[in-house]
């Protein structure tokens, strides 16, 4: 056999990422030395990227399973029944290393790679999110950071034409040297006409769809699985470059042949572009796999087939194909401009076998080669609890009213208006009034259908660096009760765990924490994980990122006119709080901006009264009970209110129950399992509360343009809005 | 009434666009593909927004070069209205069926959100839903929506009545701040010399229905059928 005559040294080894025990366990596999091309197949295949080899055992702990999920992990996205013969099917996925080096490039392809991961399962996308997170705004390189990945993420999704819905944006100084760009795509489908990667049935033809395969890209798996160092920019050209109109046609030529019944199995080329899709969809079906190199669609002249199985570039799909439908299929992709070749055929060997100019150049056995990728156990250590911070300890501030102007303005709690008008939210004519960006969800009715789907995405990483387990509790919880304060039914999450180096105990332990976390709070809410992503080694001359296991969620509302929306609707109605407040400030908003703290314990989460309490808003929501609803995070109490004054131009005026809190604790305490919501009835609502064992204040009543707050003063919210929409875009003009 | 709409490679609004006619017309429009060279007699044809043909070279640019166009302009000439939203607007500067053209937005991203239009002219097909003008409130999405066109021609269009729809803020004034692109004269939407073809940036397909947020855009697909039917 001849290839490459590069020989293969301990050096070659380690810059594929590959440690001598894996190369040990190689040679075993292969019983002889691989060439180059096995080797690098080798080595993106056992990347963290691709085989999960830190986070394999503590992601099988989470549940996964419940009536109305149709699929969960393990597929190219999550997929969940929603009655009708729908399903929805969705994933969130992280483009962090690529983002930072190449920020328009790493973000567009990081929503293109999402994309293709839910239409490839039969779903029309139907609403993006974004969830991203930059350094301390004071970092010189911040700004371009954010105007990049914004712009990337918007050229991509809006030349698609997917709204992109909701999302959320914070900075940290942990961030500097490692921004986070998770990207999740939902759709929808007939739960007749889902796909799968499997591919079976040797002798099928394989198909290679899409773009042609240039030099872009190749070994991003493996950048994405190091940390960064001062040279990373040189790994520029890792990065892969996106083209959304040959996406928007790949996804209406995928679903113009899957409406017909040509295919076997189909997978995206995304991470390890054909070695990974060639791999799965092989192993899946316990098939072999025989491809013609020469018959690739190739952009470039003399790509190797190392290149050619390494390259990841964008917007190319693989397919098994019943035989005899190749014609149908072509005609489809040929009416489309697209590239539409068969590159090989399966067998019964087991084996991956590829020629290039008449010669074999790598023989791999499948099986061994991706289910024996290695799964480590890697030592770690709990996170030591911090010390509880008493409301007394923080001293009360002379105007209430100030901090409210100052909390609403600080980098993480301004508006993101600037981010999300350059995204396009309304296309595909679904997005509903009240759930356009902005808000605790996106709502997106189901195209032709009374139905309506919410989507989310929330963490809170200072409270899970804090205390990994509370803070995975609370990730999930936040993103339930967002999808609650819609009136929809929490269904399922998909989770993208972005952590620093998992070779140091520390932040393994994180790790394992925050699952612990989450697996209780999935349980406990019936809140199964779906998909996932996980991003390590966010770590950049040896610090890490805060741990940010990032949560997308998808709510269903079955009639959408019963959804109610964040802001304030009409003067006169009555304010209640949900849930009781403790004035919780360790960990706070108030406490980092004002006190200039980061400390403490984050707010305990209590599932059951979440359980209790949410059940019971959703409940009142969908009986009408309730006309606007907001889910109290973030700042507290009195920020929550604020928004929905801001988001509904109207004023309020607020009380303060004389319920023993100190004025600060009581407004910006983040005491969990609660909500805001307004009601033409209060006694009644307060009735129904109080029969169903749960909590509820009448703090005041919508009137006006101003807050107002008993004997704190009042602010015009005109001048609120001021303030709370022009950090961001003073920011960026800066 | 019978209407269809234009489907390029890259078009995303063609369904929006779809559904709004539907609901007007009770009826379903024809979807023409941009390959066709020849389709059904109608009484209107909508060119819908998106990315036609990825806009490359610039937007519009090469949609204009379609086959299709060829029918429509010469279908336009003959007096069939046509309207162009968005890429449609673009398509249509591109294809000379409009004066003008459009630029990249003065601040340089891409906005979407909603604007308030002043209705400058009421005695179109397009326009006769809206009565004795007013303002409306409907979304604008682009990149590329700054509209320019030299001085001769802007007192041109303004002396023949082509400006069918300004930018301005909720009670009618034409301010810069209203302006959310750049466009000459806050102009948001102009017609032909015959007054028979509409292009006009924002969206009136997204806001024809209560439960997306407002229902202003509906007035242009009824006014249209009562027109045309």
Request: aromatic share 6%; with cysteine; proline share 5%.
């Amino acid at each position: 056999m001849s290839a490459q005559k590069t020989e293969i040294t301990p050096d070659v080894i380690k810059s594929h990422g590959l440690s001598e025990d894996e190369y040990e366990k190689i040679l075993e596999i292969m019983g002889r030395e691989p060439n180059m091309t096995e080797l690098g197949i080798f080595s993106v295949m056992w990347s963290e990227h691709c085989s999960y080899k830190s986070s394999k055992k503590w992601l099988k702990t989470l549940p996964t399973e419940a009536p109305w999920v149709i699929c969960g992990p393990g597929e190219n996205a999550g997929v969940v029944d929603i009655g009708d013969g729908q399903a929805v099917i969705f994933k969130m996925e992280s483009h962090n290393h690529p983002s930072y080096i190449e920020p328009y490039q790493g973000a567009a392809t990081g929503v293109g790679g999402i994309l293709r991961d839910v239409f490839t399962m039969g779903a029309r996308p139907v609403a993006n999110l974004n969830a991203l997170r930059f350094g301390s705004p004071d970092h010189p390189k911040t700004r371009h950071l954010v105007s990049g990945v914004v712009a990337g993420i918007g050229g991509y999704g809006n030349c698609v034409g997917v709204p992109t819905v909701g999302g959320e944006c914070e900075f940290h100084e942990s961030y500097n040297g490692n921004i986070l760009v998770n990207a999740m795509t939902v759709g929808i489908a007939d739960t007749d006409r889902i796909f799968y990667s499997a591919a079976t049935g040797a002798g099928n033809p394989i198909v290679y769809v899409g773009s042609k395969t240039g030099r872009d890209g190749i070994h991003g798996a493996t950048m994405a699985s190091t940390e960064f160092s001062e040279d990373s920019e040189e790994k520029r050209p890792t990065v892969q470059v996106g083209d959304p109109f040959t996406e928007k046609l790949l996804i209406e030529a995928c679903l113009e042949l899957m409406a017909t019944d040509c295919i076997v199995g189909i997978q995206d080329m995304g991470a390890a572009g054909l070695t990974s899709s060639g791999f799965e969809m092989a192993s899946k079906g316990g098939v072999g796999v025989e491809l013609n190199l020469d018959l690739v669609p190739q952009r470039e002249e003399n790509m190797t087939p190392y290149e050619m199985m390494l390259s990841e570039s964008q917007e190319r799909m693989l397919m098994v194909l019943k035989p005899g439908t190749e014609d149908q299929a072509r005609a489809i992709f040929e009416k489309w401009e697209l590239d539409f070749a068969v590159v090989g055929q399966l067998t019964d060997s087991g084996h991956m076998v590829l020629t290039h100019k008449g010669e074999t150049v790598a023989n791999l056995p499948i099986d061994p080669l991706a289910l024996a990728s290695p799964e480590y156990d890697r030592p770690w250590v709990a996170t030591e609890k911090p010390d509880i911070i008493a409301a007394e300890e923080i001293t009360e501030p002379d105007d209430i009213i100030a901090v409210l102007k100052q909390l609403l303005s600080c980098p993480n709690m301004a508006s993101k208006r600037w981010i999300w008008e350059q995204y396009d939210h309304m296309v595909m004519g679904d997005t509903m009034g009240i759930g356009r960006p902005g808000g605790d969800a996106g709502l997106v009715r189901v195209h032709g259908t009374d139905k309506a789907l919410a989507v989310t995405s929330d963490c809170t990483p200072r409270y899970c660096l804090a205390d990994p387990v509370e803070g995975g509790k609370q990730v999930v919880t936040e993103a339930w009760r967002n999808l609650t304060a819609t009136g929809s039914t929490p269904l399922a999450i998909t989770d993208n765990m972005n952590f620093g180096n998992p070779e140091k105990p520390k932040i393994m332990g994180q790790f394992v924490g925050c699952i612990e976390g989450m697996k209780e709070a999935c349980l406990a809410l019936d809140f199964p994980v779906v998909s996932g992503n996980v991003s390590l080694y966010n770590e950049t001359n040896g610090q890490a990122i805060l741990p940010t296991p990032t949560i997308g969620a998808v709510g269903l509302l079955t009639q959408s006119s019963k959804a109610v929306g964040a802001g304030f609707v009409e003067d006169g109605d009555s304010i209640v709080v949900i849930g009781d407040g403790r004035g919780h400030l360790g960990q706070s908003i108030y406490l980092r901006e004002i006190e200039g703290r980061e400390d403490g314990t984050p707010p305990p989460v209590d599932l059951n009264l979440e359980r209790r309490h949410g059940d019971f808003v959703r409940r009142q929501i969908l009986e009408g009970a309730v006309n606007a609803c907001h889910d109290i995070s973030d700042g507290g109490l009195l920020i929550t209110v604020a928004e929905m004054a801001l988001s509904g131009n109207r004023g309020c005026e607020i009380n303060k129950p004389d319920n023993g809190l100190a004025a600060h604790a009581w407004a910006f305490g983040e005491d969990q399992a609660r909500y805001v919501v307004t009601t033409k009835d209060p006694e009644h609502l307060i009735a129904d509360a109080k029969a169903a064992g749960v909590p509820a204040t009448h703090i005041g009543n919508v009137s006006g343009s101003d807050i107002s707050l008993s004997s704190h003063g009042r602010l015009g919210i005109q001048d609120l809005r001021t303030l709370h929409e022009s950090w961001l875009p003073d920011y960026m003009a800066g | 009434m019978k209407a269809c709409v234009i489907v390029f490679p890259g078009s995303n609004c063609d369904r929006d666009l779809q559904v709004a006619l539907r609901n007007a017309m009770g009826a379903e429009p024809e979807m023409v593909w941009h390959g066709d060279s020849t389709f059904d007699d109608v009484d209107l044809i909508t060119v819908p927004g998106g990315f036609s043909y990825g806009d490359y070279l610039r937007a519009g640019a090469m949609a204009a070069k379609s086959p299709v166009m060829r029918e429509i302009i010469r279908r336009a000439g003959k007096g069939v209205p046509v309207l162009g939203i968005c890429n449609g607007f673009q398509v249509l500067t591109e294809s000379g069926l409009l004066p003008g053209a459009l630029m990249r937005n003065a601040n340089l991203k891409y906005v979407c959100r909603d604007v308030h239009l002043k209705v400058e002219a009421t005695d179109t097909p397009f326009t006769q839903g809206y009565g004795n003008g007013g303002v409306l409130r409907i979304p604008v999405a682009h990149h590329d929506g700054n509209y320019f066109a030299d001085d001769d021609l802007l007192d041109e269009l303004q002396d023949n009545d082509q400006v069918a729809f300004r930018y301005s803020d909720a009670n009618g004034d034409l301010t810069d701040d209203a302006n959310p692109n750049g466009s000459r004269r806050n102009i948001a939407g102009i017609l032909s010399r015959d007054r028979n073809v509409l292009g006009m940036m924002p969206h009136p397909e997204r806001l024809a229905d209560p439960a997306l947020g407002g229902t202003d855009g509906k007035a242009m697909f009824s006014g249209l059928v009562e027109a045309l039917s």
